[in-house]
């Protein structure tokens, strides 16, 4: 049997809270694990459906647990099993470790490999700030616009590395589709820049 309620102190940073029924019945823990197909983070006040089930102490447990309106799609021989995922950090952490190879065999202009570094690290701290302003149901929040210009100046490898671990903007497709057009764009104008040697000209100034 299903029902339907509200979550109610959900601690994001621990992944659970718990489920208050709208009949009135005894609240439900709730853990991030118990969500089916998941498109985003609970917060409070959402109104989900779940299943309950005793756990070995006798506690009731919420399970099965969607978002109201969510719909599962059946199997198919296409979404079977776990799916994909885009391995962020290691594309992220791969790339600066690149930059910073090219640096030192003098491929790449020191100012180059800086930039990438130090936006990367100015990226990820607005992701995490964005994140925690999102959990808070804070209105200042960091817009997708600034988060995109972070990437093309080159906070981009930053910005994949908070998405993946602290699971921020990632299903989200408008957005993705942005990030990675900004992602294109920071890589053809840094190409632009190397080629034509106004990079090397640039750090030669500054550094």
């Known amino acids: 049997m299903r029902h339907a309620g509200r ?6 940073g621990k992944g659970y809270g718990f489920v208050t029924p709208h009949d ?7 853990h991030i694990k118990a969500f089916q197909q998941a498109t985003r983070r609970p917060l409070d006040d959402d109104l989900v459906s779940y299943a309950t089930r005793a756990d070995a102490k006798g506690r009731l447990n919420a399970v099965n647990v969607r978002f109201a309106g969510q719909r599962i799609a059946a199997p198919t021989a296409v979404n079977r099993g776990a799916p994909m995922r885009v391995p962020r950090v290691g594309i992220a952490v791969g790339f600066l470790l690149l930059a910073v190879t090219l640096m030192l065999m003098g491929v790449v202009p020191a100012l180059v490999t800086l930039v990438y570094l130090v936006m990367s690290a100015v990226s990820y701290i607005a992701y995490v700030l964005d994140k925690d302003a999102a959990g808070k149901r804070r209105r200042q929040r960091t817009s997708e616009a600034a988060l995109h210009l972070l990437d093309v100046l080159g906070g981009w490898p930053g910005a994949l590395i908070a998405q993946q671990q602290i699971r921020h903007k990632t299903v989200k497709a408008s957005f993705q589709a ?5 992602v294109m764009v920071n890589l053809a104008a840094v190409g632009v820049l190397w080629y034509s040697g ?3 000209r640039m750090s030669a100034l500054v550094i």
């Open 7 to 12: 979550i109610t102190g959900w601690n994001d």
């Open 24 to 30: 009135g019945g005894a609240r439900a823990f709730l």
């Open 178 to 182: 942005g990030f990675w057009f900004s």
């Open 198 to 200: 106004i990079a090397e």
